[in-house]
């Protein structure tokens, strides 16, 4: 019988092969998308697209985004949630220093909010102004990405605990209904 140690070694040889992700990187003009599920690679084509018209539409807004932006679609949610240390119902997050865009599945993507509306969000917040206030920042990127509130902005919510909830939020419900507060309290881009 072999020993705990010599079990544990036996399993991984069997099962790394099946826990190991294969990642596979393309590239276009200013943009590099990772991708490990075959079924997200093959909209590939309809993610550069939504990009590249994204960084065209931010240049006319008057905004730039970094000369190159990486995009990494992840496999499943534990890996998503680990790499931004962000709740489930978070469906993807710009992260303005490393230049970066993280998204759950694009299935999911479009199950719940749209490619093309998740994308462009969030590739606004990295053409953002430095300094914004969360709430500006979200209501302006909900504005850029064709996105309507999907719940009653909140009452009676002062700027500290909108920004708190915003950064923070408990539940889907209040994350839809803060956000409807932002895009209320920002202005239509123009």
């Known amino acids: 019988m072999p020993s705990p140690a010599g079990l544990l070694v036996l399993l991984l040889a069997l099962l790394g092969p099946a826990l190991a992700q294969t990642w596979q990187t393309a590239h276009a003009p200013g943009f590099v998308v990772q991708v490990a599920a075959k079924a997200d690679a093959a909209h ?22 970094p000369p190159r932006v990486g995009v990494v679609i992840h496999p499943d949610l534990r890996s998503y949630t680990r790499a931004t240390r962000l709740p489930w119902f978070v469906l993807a997050a710009a992260n303005r220093q490393k230049h970066r865009i993280d998204t759950q599945r ?26 914004w206030p969360r709430w500006k920042a979200e209501g302006l990127a909900m504005r850029f990405a064709g996105e309507e509130p999907t719940a009653p902005p909140l009452e009676a919510v002062g700027e500290a605990e909108l920004e708190r909830l915003l950064a923070s939020p408990p539940d889907p419900q209040t994350l839809r209904r803060a956000m409807a507060t932002a895009y209320r309290w920002s202005s239509p881009l123009r």
Not at 108 to 130: C, D, I, K, M, S
């Open 44 to 65: 590939l084509r309809e993610v550069f697209a939504v990009l590249q018209k994204a960084r065209r539409d931010l240049r006319a807004a008057g905004y730039a985004l």
């Open 106 to 131: 694009l299935r999911v993507l479009l199950e719940r909010g749209g490619l093309e509306r998740t994308l462009r969000h969030e590739l606004f917040h990295l053409a953002q102004p430095e300094g």
